[in-house]
């Protein structure tokens, strides 16, 4: 076997500087794909945190008119009852 020359490693040396610089660009590729992954995810996360939150304060004052409309009732059913002499 013959020594390689400068030229043959020279040759070989670009030869893996693109191997490796393709290799990182494929792995910057699958990160930033896994950072694009994990702010979708975030995202979603906050919009259903969000909506649950909504959702509880939609209670919280839905619970509040009814508990109004129950007191209203019952004055109601007082004034009624008075007024049949139920009483």
Do not use: C, W, Y
Not at 15 to 34: G, P, S, T, V, Y
Not at 39 to 59: L, M, S
């Amino acid at each position: 076997m013959s020594e390689p020359t400068i030229a043959d490693v020279l040759t070989a040396i670009d030869r893996l500087r693109a191997d490796l610089m393709a290799r990182l660009d494929k792995h910057a590729n699958q990160l930033n794909a896994i950072r694009d992954d994990i702010a979708v995810n975030f995202g979603t996360a906050d919009a259903v945190r969000q909506a649950n939150e909504n959702t509880r304060d939609e209670v919280r004052s839905l619970g509040d008119v009814v508990t109004g409309m129950q007191r209203q009732i019952q004055r109601l059913q007082t004034q009624v009852r008075e007024l049949r002499g139920d009483l």
